[in-house]
Protein backbone atom coordinates (compact mmCIF):
# COMPACT_ATOMS: atom_id res chain seq x y z
CA UNK A 1 0.00 0.00 0.00
CA UNK A 2 0.81 3.62 -1.16
CA UNK A 3 1.27 5.68 2.05
CA UNK A 4 1.94 9.72 1.76
CA UNK A 5 5.38 10.57 3.59
CA UNK A 6 5.40 12.12 7.22
CA UNK A 7 7.53 14.18 8.16
CA UNK A 8 8.07 16.11 11.83
CA UNK A 9 7.53 19.79 11.20
CA UNK A 10 8.29 22.53 13.49
CA UNK A 11 4.84 25.03 14.18
CA UNK A 12 5.36 26.68 17.46
CA UNK A 13 8.12 28.65 18.50
CA UNK A 14 9.52 27.83 22.12
CA UNK A 15 8.66 31.83 23.40
CA UNK A 16 5.20 30.76 21.71
CA UNK A 17 4.34 28.08 23.33
CA UNK A 18 5.75 29.45 26.80
CA UNK A 19 4.23 32.30 26.29
CA UNK A 20 0.99 30.14 25.53
CA UNK A 21 1.13 27.90 28.47
CA UNK A 22 1.77 30.62 31.05
CA UNK A 23 -1.67 31.90 29.89
CA UNK A 24 -3.49 29.06 29.69
CA UNK A 25 -2.16 27.47 32.93
CA UNK A 26 -2.53 31.38 34.45
CA UNK A 27 -5.95 31.97 33.48
CA UNK A 28 -7.35 28.70 34.94
CA UNK A 29 -6.14 29.50 38.04
CA UNK A 30 -7.20 33.15 37.93
CA UNK A 31 -10.94 31.62 36.99
CA UNK A 32 -10.38 29.39 40.36
CA UNK A 33 -9.27 31.91 42.88
CA UNK A 34 -11.45 34.40 41.59
CA UNK A 35 -14.36 31.90 42.92
CA UNK A 36 -12.68 30.95 45.83
CA UNK A 37 -12.49 34.81 47.04
CA UNK A 38 -16.06 35.41 45.83
CA UNK A 39 -17.59 32.75 47.97
CA UNK A 40 -15.23 33.48 50.99
CA UNK A 41 -13.56 29.93 50.84
CA UNK A 42 -10.51 29.58 53.66
CA UNK A 43 -8.66 32.24 54.10
CA UNK A 44 -9.40 34.48 50.54
CA UNK A 45 -7.05 37.05 51.70
CA UNK A 46 -4.53 33.69 50.28
CA UNK A 47 -6.50 33.55 46.84
CA UNK A 48 -6.20 37.52 46.57
CA UNK A 49 -2.35 37.39 46.60
CA UNK A 50 -2.26 34.22 44.49
CA UNK A 51 -4.82 36.36 42.05
CA UNK A 52 -2.45 39.02 41.65
CA UNK A 53 0.57 37.28 41.50
CA UNK A 54 -0.50 35.29 38.70
CA UNK A 55 -2.06 37.77 37.12
CA UNK A 56 1.43 39.71 36.96
CA UNK A 57 3.05 36.87 35.70
CA UNK A 58 0.30 36.89 32.89
CA UNK A 59 0.83 41.03 31.79
CA UNK A 60 4.47 39.69 31.39
CA UNK A 61 3.46 36.34 29.25
CA UNK A 62 1.07 39.71 27.00
CA UNK A 63 3.98 41.51 26.76
CA UNK A 64 5.77 38.39 25.27
CA UNK A 65 3.09 37.21 22.83
CA UNK A 66 2.46 41.06 22.02
CA UNK A 67 6.48 41.29 21.07
CA UNK A 68 6.12 37.61 19.12
CA UNK A 69 3.03 39.46 16.75
CA UNK A 70 6.09 41.11 15.07
CA UNK A 71 8.58 38.07 14.91
CA UNK A 72 8.20 36.24 11.54
CA UNK A 73 6.28 32.74 11.78
CA UNK A 74 3.23 31.40 13.14
CA UNK A 75 3.50 34.08 15.85
CA UNK A 76 3.15 37.03 13.63
CA UNK A 77 -0.28 38.88 13.18
CA UNK A 78 -0.71 37.73 9.72
CA UNK A 79 -0.38 34.64 10.65
CA UNK A 80 -3.93 35.44 12.63
CA UNK A 81 -6.08 37.22 9.95
CA UNK A 82 -7.60 34.23 7.71
CA UNK A 83 -6.83 34.37 4.37
CA UNK A 84 -8.86 34.22 1.25
CA UNK A 85 -7.65 30.96 0.58
CA UNK A 86 -8.77 29.97 3.96
CA UNK A 87 -12.61 31.03 3.66
CA UNK A 88 -13.23 27.13 2.37
CA UNK A 89 -11.40 25.36 5.28
CA UNK A 90 -13.47 28.17 7.75
CA UNK A 91 -17.08 26.95 6.98
CA UNK A 92 -16.11 23.40 6.54
CA UNK A 93 -14.79 24.13 10.32
CA UNK A 94 -18.12 25.35 11.36
CA UNK A 95 -20.05 22.73 9.97
CA UNK A 96 -17.45 20.46 11.76
CA UNK A 97 -18.67 22.08 14.84
CA UNK A 98 -22.54 22.23 14.02
CA UNK A 99 -22.74 18.69 13.10
CA UNK A 100 -20.90 17.70 17.02
CA UNK A 101 -17.74 16.42 15.14
CA UNK A 102 -19.81 14.35 12.69
CA UNK A 103 -18.88 16.34 9.49
CA UNK A 104 -15.50 16.05 8.53
CA UNK A 105 -12.56 18.04 10.26
CA UNK A 106 -10.89 20.19 7.99
CA UNK A 107 -7.29 20.34 7.68
CA UNK A 108 -4.53 23.08 8.30
CA UNK A 109 -0.65 23.57 9.16
CA UNK A 110 -0.59 25.96 12.60
CA UNK A 111 -3.93 28.41 13.34
CA UNK A 112 -7.22 26.83 12.82
CA UNK A 113 -8.79 29.04 10.45
CA UNK A 114 -11.90 29.25 12.30
CA UNK A 115 -10.26 30.57 15.33
CA UNK A 116 -7.73 33.22 14.05
CA UNK A 117 -9.90 35.91 14.58
CA UNK A 118 -11.46 34.83 18.01
CA UNK A 119 -7.79 34.69 19.39
CA UNK A 120 -7.18 38.14 18.37
CA UNK A 121 -10.55 39.13 20.33
CA UNK A 122 -8.89 36.79 23.10
CA UNK A 123 -5.79 38.85 23.17
CA UNK A 124 -7.63 42.19 23.13
CA UNK A 125 -9.56 40.84 26.17
CA UNK A 126 -6.65 39.21 27.93
CA UNK A 127 -4.92 42.95 27.98
CA UNK A 128 -8.43 44.95 29.02
CA UNK A 129 -8.63 42.08 32.18
CA UNK A 130 -5.15 42.60 33.02
CA UNK A 131 -5.33 46.75 32.90
CA UNK A 132 -8.44 46.62 35.00
CA UNK A 133 -6.77 43.76 36.95
CA UNK A 134 -3.64 46.41 37.77
CA UNK A 135 -6.21 49.59 38.31
CA UNK A 136 -8.70 47.59 39.85
CA UNK A 137 -9.09 50.51 42.73
CA UNK A 138 -9.21 53.26 40.83
CA UNK A 139 -11.60 56.08 41.09
CA UNK A 140 -12.00 57.05 37.30
CA UNK A 141 -13.23 54.97 34.65
CA UNK A 142 -12.18 53.00 31.88
CA UNK A 143 -13.76 52.64 28.31
CA UNK A 144 -16.81 54.42 29.90
CA UNK A 145 -16.93 51.60 32.91
CA UNK A 146 -15.88 51.21 36.11
CA UNK A 147 -12.77 48.93 36.73
CA UNK A 148 -14.36 46.75 39.08
CA UNK A 149 -17.54 45.77 36.09
CA UNK A 150 -15.30 45.70 33.32
CA UNK A 151 -12.86 43.47 35.20
CA UNK A 152 -15.49 41.13 36.05
CA UNK A 153 -17.19 41.66 32.50
CA UNK A 154 -14.07 40.88 30.57
CA UNK A 155 -12.57 37.60 32.52
CA UNK A 156 -16.41 36.22 31.82
CA UNK A 157 -15.94 36.40 28.05
CA UNK A 158 -12.40 34.60 28.72
CA UNK A 159 -13.92 31.74 31.03
CA UNK A 160 -16.90 31.26 27.84
CA UNK A 161 -13.16 31.20 25.74
CA UNK A 162 -11.28 28.86 27.88
CA UNK A 163 -14.36 26.57 28.27
CA UNK A 164 -15.15 26.50 24.44
CA UNK A 165 -11.38 25.89 23.85
CA UNK A 166 -10.88 22.94 25.78
CA UNK A 167 -13.43 21.39 24.09
CA UNK A 168 -12.28 21.95 20.91
CA UNK A 169 -8.92 20.91 21.02
CA UNK A 170 -9.71 17.75 22.17
CA UNK A 171 -12.42 17.22 19.83
CA UNK A 172 -9.75 18.42 17.35
CA UNK A 173 -7.30 15.78 18.62
CA UNK A 174 -9.73 12.83 18.73
CA UNK A 175 -10.94 13.80 15.38
CA UNK A 176 -7.64 15.00 13.96
CA UNK A 177 -4.44 13.12 12.73
CA UNK A 178 -1.75 15.58 13.51
CA UNK A 179 -1.04 15.26 17.46
CA UNK A 180 -1.91 18.91 17.82
CA UNK A 181 -2.08 18.81 21.65
CA UNK A 182 1.19 17.48 21.95
CA UNK A 183 2.23 20.06 19.24
CA UNK A 184 1.68 22.72 21.66
CA UNK A 185 3.73 21.06 24.23
CA UNK A 186 6.61 20.22 21.96
CA UNK A 187 6.39 22.36 18.71
CA UNK A 188 5.88 19.99 16.16
CA UNK A 189 3.68 18.61 14.30
CA UNK A 190 3.48 15.36 12.57
CA UNK A 191 2.31 16.09 9.01
CA UNK A 192 1.48 13.85 5.63
CA UNK A 193 3.15 15.48 2.66
CA UNK A 194 2.48 15.14 -1.32
CA UNK A 195 5.25 16.47 -3.21
CA UNK A 196 3.15 15.75 -6.15
CA UNK A 197 0.84 18.51 -4.27
CA UNK A 198 1.25 22.44 -5.40
CA UNK A 199 1.92 24.73 -3.20
CA UNK A 200 -1.08 26.34 -2.79
CA UNK A 201 -2.94 23.47 -2.62
CA UNK A 202 -5.61 23.73 -0.29
CA UNK A 203 -7.85 20.68 1.47
CA UNK A 204 -10.51 19.97 3.63
CA UNK A 205 -11.37 16.05 3.27
CA UNK A 206 -11.49 14.36 6.34
CA UNK A 207 -7.85 12.69 6.78
CA UNK A 208 -4.14 13.40 8.27
CA UNK A 209 -2.76 16.90 6.77
CA UNK A 210 -1.24 16.71 3.66
CA UNK A 211 0.53 19.72 2.68
CA UNK A 212 3.15 20.33 0.05
CA UNK A 213 6.75 20.65 0.91
CA UNK A 214 7.32 23.87 -0.65
CA UNK A 215 4.20 25.29 0.86
CA UNK A 216 5.68 24.56 4.62
CA UNK A 217 9.25 25.76 3.86
CA UNK A 218 8.92 28.57 1.22
CA UNK A 219 8.31 32.20 2.62
CA UNK A 220 4.44 32.90 1.62
CA UNK A 221 4.20 35.27 -1.41
CA UNK A 222 0.82 37.05 -0.36
CA UNK A 223 3.34 38.18 2.48
CA UNK A 224 5.63 41.32 2.12
CA UNK A 225 7.57 40.45 5.62
CA UNK A 226 8.73 36.93 5.00
CA UNK A 227 7.14 35.12 7.44
CA UNK A 228 6.72 31.30 7.06
CA UNK A 229 3.60 29.94 5.04
CA UNK A 230 0.67 27.95 6.98
CA UNK A 231 -0.88 25.70 5.13
Do not use: C
Not at 155 to 174: K, P, S
Amino acid sequence: MKTDPIVYVPVWSTLLRLGHWIIALGSMVQILSAYLMIHDAINPDIWRDWHIIIGQIMVLALLLRGVLLFVPGSSHWRELWPRRSEFGAIVQMLKFYLSFGRFPLPRWFAHNPFWKPLYLGLWLTLTISAVSGLLFNAAYPILGMQTYTLHTDSALVIEVFVLFHIVAVILHDLKGRGARISAMINGRLYVHTDTGLPASTTSVANGPVRVSLDSITTPDRSSSDGSTSQR
